[in-house]
């Protein structure tokens, strides 16, 4: 069975940083993009970031552009988010996603309805 786990969230002040992991049981990551979405409270799912199969292609939210970063390393089978200069409206429950995808191709879905395997999703909340 294919899994997600998210793992790394946690309280933060604002202006520091944290590192989201996403891992994959039952399956390689190779093949799928993998996005990064989060919801904050009484709000839509919204996307954040994504990655393509092969890494190749990137995207960010214009919310968090400049400030994270998304990457995968395939031997760890993990995919990470890592967010820096965070503010309090990053606050919400961060989830990861996949969907399969060839590696031939340079693109990465945005949309909450076009990802099939869904993580259980990581706390970050923003504070002083």
């Known amino acids: 069975q294919l899994q997600l786990v998210e793992s790394g969230g946690g309280l933060v002040q604002p202006g520091g940083s944290l590192r989201l992991s996403c891992a994959a049981s039952?399956?390689?990551?190779?093949?799928?993009?993998i996005g990064w979405f989060r919801q904050a409270p009484g709000k839509e799912r919204e996307g954040a970031s994504c990655?393509?199969?092969?890494?190749?292609?990137?995207n960010y939210a214009d919310s968090v552009k400049g400030r994270f970063t998304i990457s995968r390393d395939s031997a760890k089978k993990t995919v990470y988010l890592q967010m820096n200069g965070l503010k309090p409206e990053d606050t919400g429950i961060y989830f990861c996603?996949?969907?399969?995808?060839?590696?031939?191709?340079?693109?990465?879905?945005?949309?909450?309805?076009?990802?099939?395997?869904w993580g259980q999703g990581t706390q970050v909340t923003v504070s002083s």
């Open positions: 996603a996949a969907i399969s995808m060839d590696l031939r191709t340079e693109y990465c879905p945005h949309r909450v309805t076009e990802y099939r395997y």
């Open positions: 039952g399956f390689t990551l190779d093949y799928y993009a």
């Open positions: 990655i393509s199969s092969s890494g190749g292609w990137t």
